[in-house]
């Protein structure tokens, strides 16, 4: 079975510019998580999923960020424009009963310069 | 305000040695308490789960503990095995909204 996967797995891009990440879960899981670590920091929950709907986004740091599931499958989180602040790791993660054993994707560590 | 202390922050030992990990935790109203193993470029990969009534649990050589009066938990790890060097990190979900709170995470090292 595969696991999630996030793509890409890496991302350098300028201040003001627009990135879109993605996240595709282990097939099945309706949970499905966005987190994000930032340098030196642990990390932390921006927004969680069940199905298609946004269920919890308190996380969510500002309105520059957005996040997607359309169709209830994979998963997108858009940083639109990006600032120096969004650089970090950000980790998606899936599992089948809410916030039961998550499974953790590998992360897209973002770069803003 | 809900957080999730560790200590120590970083930890070397040798290989075949053991080692405790700590996590003291200020969340509640509590719900459970999972202990998390990553390796570096990789995601957080689960250890343990446990809830309230739990007072230990184990994955092979990982044995954690959980003190739910004086929010405490510990991780041990027995026969240390190059493969353990990664960073070991603490979360706790509170019933409230099940958001899982971090924390810093431990970084070991295990030397040949």
């Known amino acids: 079975e595969a696991g999630v996967t996030q793509f890409p797995s890496h991302s350098v891009i300028e201040k003001g510019q627009t990135v879109t990440l993605r996240c595709d879960p282990i097939?099945?899981?309706?949970?499905l998580y966005w987190y994000r670590r930032v340098m030196g920091k642990e990390i932390k929950f921006l927004l969680h999923f069940v199905k298609e709907s946004k269920q919890d986004e308190s996380g969510m740091p500002n309105n520059r960020f957005l996040a997607e599931r359309t169709g209830g499958t994979y998963s997108t989180l858009k940083v639109q424009p990006a600032e120096l602040e969004d650089s970090g790791v950000y980790f998606c993660a899936s599992s089948q009963v809410l916030y039961n054993e998550q499974f953790f994707g590998p992360g897209t560590r973002l770069t803003v310069l | 305000k809900n957080q999730v202390e560790q200590s120590p922050q970083s930890l070397i030992i040798l290989e075949g040695k053991n080692c405790t990990l700590q996590c003291n935790y200020t969340v509640s109203p509590f719900s459970n308490l999972r202990w998390y193993k990553q390796d570096t470029g990789r995601g957080p990969v689960s250890l343990t789960i446990m809830t309230f009534s739990e007072n230990t649990k184990s994955n092979g050589r990982y044995t954690a503990t959980l003190d739910a009066d004086t929010k405490q938990s510990s991780l041990h790890i027995t026969a240390s095995q190059l493969s353990d060097s990664a960073s070991y990190i603490c979360v706790v979900s509170a019933n409230s909204n099940y958001q899982l709170i971090w924390g810093a995470g431990t970084k070991l090292i295990i030397k040949p």
């Open positions: 097939s099945g899981h309706d949970n």
